[in-house]
């Protein structure tokens, strides 16, 4: 099987089940270490919902994203400029970047824009071209990812992305979540190697915070937008004592995924 980030060649790491149904084989390209799937036959299955029943942190991601991208596009970009979330779900990351002065759009082929109606990429309101395209968890979902990338990057010249970086050594089927088995919805994992080969592939500066969030800019930047000041480390230690001394309860969001893994399993 050809990787489909360089075209060259890969070697089979495991098959694992999906859906609870369906055996298929995960391949490694040999080259940057990019993940893929066989060619995923059961995405119809998959996507019955848009968004799967296990995303369950998905509105607390997109208010730690809303603080997280504000201040990267008042330093390193022209926030007076206009912006796009491609494949934005139900809008609730436009909403929140627009609540925060961010004039912010929202596209998606597969699901419904709830939350910032009336500021759709095709809505007469839009201003392309844009400064800038956010995709949070996207880049795991897609079949054929050059392509793909490609065509977010026709909405803007700077991209703004996540996706959780392949652990080393790289995980058996059963030792990492990310691999999202029960749902069948990912099928492409990125190492830091591959999304450098796509960078240059596009002629963009690569920047990442080595874990989940990158970006791919056609500037190069006066620092890595993603590194953490004294400050903001003291910002982080400040709001822990807080939590400590307010007697701020632990989130319920890890038990609650468990159990709906085990009702997706039981229905399936």
């Given at each position: 099987m050809e990787s489909k980030i360089t075209g060259g060649a890969t070697s089979h790491l495991f098959n694992a089940t999906i859906l609870s149904k369906h055996t298929i084989g995960f391949f490694q390209c040999q080259e940057t270490g990019f993940i893929q799937t066989e060619k995923p036959h059961w995405l119809s299955e998959a996507y019955a919902d848009a968004i799967t029943k296990l995303d369950l942190g998905l509105v607390q991601r997109n208010i730690e994203l809303s603080e997280t991208v504000a201040p990267i596009l008042n330093k390193f970009f022209n926030p007076s400029a206009a912006f796009l979330d491609y494949a934005g779900g139900y809008g609730l990351f436009t909403r929140l970047m627009r609540n925060r002065g961010f004039d912010f759009y929202h596209t998606d082929k597969f699901c419904a824009n709830i939350f910032a109606?009336?500021?759709?990429?095709?809505?007469?309101?839009?201003?392309?071209?844009?400064?800038?395209?956010?995709?949070?968890?996207?880049?795991?979902?897609?079949?054929?990812?050059?392509?793909?990338?490609?065509?977010?990057?026709?909405?803007?010249?700077?991209?703004l992305f996540s996706t959780v970086i392949v652990p080393s050594p790289v995980p058996a089927a059963n030792e990492w979540w990310y691999y999202s088995l029960e749902t069948g919805q990912h099928i492409a994992f990125y190492t830091i190697s591959s999304l450098e080969f796509i960078a240059k592939k596009h002629n963009k500066f690569f920047y990442s915070n080595g874990k989940n969030l990158h970006l791919f800019s056609e500037k190069e930047l006066r620092s890595n937008p993603f590194k953490k000041t004294a400050t903001d480390i003291c910002i982080k230690l400040l709001n822990s004592v807080i939590k400590k001394l307010s007697g701020k309860r632990n989130s319920l969001l890890d038990a609650d995924i468990q159990q709906a893994k085990q009702l997706l399993k039981n229905n399936s």
């Open positions: 109606e009336g500021h759709d990429l095709s809505s007469e309101n839009t201003k392309p071209p844009f400064e800038l395209v956010t995709a949070f968890e996207v880049f795991e979902h897609l079949e054929n990812p050059m392509a793909d990338i490609d065509e977010i990057l026709q909405h803007a010249p700077n991209l």
